[in-house]
């Protein structure tokens, strides 16, 4: 899960944080899209998704 994250432009290297809130944290991939689909937990990552 994501808690945090952090953005520089690398035109004018200007920083921009973003800290998210703890009940509702992003994914960062959503786990069925990267892995395949006879992979065992594939169902489960399905489900999460």
């Given at each position: 899960?994501?808690?945090?994250s952090m953005?520089?432009?690398?035109?004018?290297?200007h920083v921009?944080?973003?800290?998210?809130?703890s009940?509702?944290?992003p994914?960062?991939?959503?786990?069925?899209q990267?892995?395949?689909?006879?992979?065992p937990?594939?169902?489960?990552?399905?489900?999460?998704?």
């Open positions: 899960m994501l808690k945090t953005a520089v432009g690398l035109r004018d290297l921009r944080y973003r800290d998210y809130a009940e509702n944290l994914l960062l991939h959503p786990r069925d990267v892995v395949a689909p006879d992979y937990s594939y169902a489960k990552f399905v489900q999460l998704s």
